[in-house]
């Protein structure tokens, strides 16, 4: 505060007075004399900093921040990378110091196929396919005891009529007829049997329906070794009105002939 002496006259009261009022303007006090030496200290912080930045010549911005009379600095570096396709990458600086990478991916493009191909032959509509038949070997009863071939031989070694209660879809239950064969391998070499088929049907050719979830029904599977014989039972629903005699053919593979039995169901 300032001291002045003390008036010799009301003129000179008056000039004292006058000098002394600025301190009771606001602009004057001492909080917005704070207020204003601390705006002059962080502008001439941030002045000082940029210049520092900007020498570096790294692309590095640098400002500062002011809160509640405390100053802080804060610097951001204005370079960046970035990472492209197949290992390519662009990287730019500041304009005092800037570089570009730029790689492309090799593409290699494979050589259309120079070698021709045939054209499959088309079918005709119009073609007739000659129609394929199992041959039979023989014909015999259903007591007698056939051969497939002078080294396999089978017969029908059981049959009866049954009631078979079905399970599987498209079966019936009802009046059934059992048929166990066997049949002998009198060849050197084992015999598979795991494609055995059987048909049966009466004096019409009405088929039998095979019931394959009958408990009864137990058919060939497997090999039969050489001098062996092995059985199996095949179940089928008789249908109604059926007519005698019942045929009855049975092949082991689709390369050997059939065996045909014909006789009564009863």
Not at 161 to 181: D, Y
Not at 189 to 206: M, P, Y
Request: with cysteine; aromatic share 6%; charged share 10%.
């Amino acid at each position: 505060m300032q001291l002045f002496p003390f008036p010799a006259s009301i003129d000179q009261f008056e000039a004292a007075r006058s000098i002394t009022k600025p301190r009771h303007d606001p602009r004057f006090s001492p909080r917005w004399a704070v207020l204003t030496a601390v705006l002059a200290i962080s502008l001439t912080a941030c002045s000082t900093t940029t210049t520092a930045a900007g020498s570096t010549g790294a692309g590095t911005t640098a400002g500062s921040t002011t809160t509640g009379g405390t100053t802080t600095s804060s610097t951001t570096s204005a370079s960046t990378t970035a990472s492209g396709f197949a290992g390519g990458s662009a990287t730019t600086d500041s304009p005092g110091n800037s570089s570009a990478v730029s790689t492309s991916p090799t593409v290699t493009q494979s050589q259309p196929a120079k070698t021709p191909v045939p054209a499959g032959t088309a079918g005709n509509i119009d073609q007739t396919v000659a129609s394929s038949s199992q041959s039979t070997a023989t014909t015999a009863p259903l007591s007698a005891t056939a051969q497939f071939d002078q080294k396999v031989s089978v017969r029908i070694a059981g049959h009866q009529v049954v009631n078979a209660i079905a399970r599987g879809p498209g079966e019936t239950s009802g009046p059934a007829v059992a048929l166990t064969f066997e049949i002998h391998n009198g060849s050197a070499k084992s015999i598979d049997l795991g494609n055995v088929e059987v048909n049966v049907a009466d004096a019409a050719r009405t088929p039998y329906t095979p019931v394959f979830s009958s408990d009864l029904n137990k058919p060939f599977g497997g090999k039969v070794s050489a001098g062996q014989r092995m059985s199996g039972t095949y179940v089928f629903s008789r249908p109604a009105g059926m007519k005698d005699p019942i045929t009855v053919d049975i092949h082991y593979a689709a390369a050997a002939p059939a065996v045909v039995f014909v006789g009564s169901s009863q």
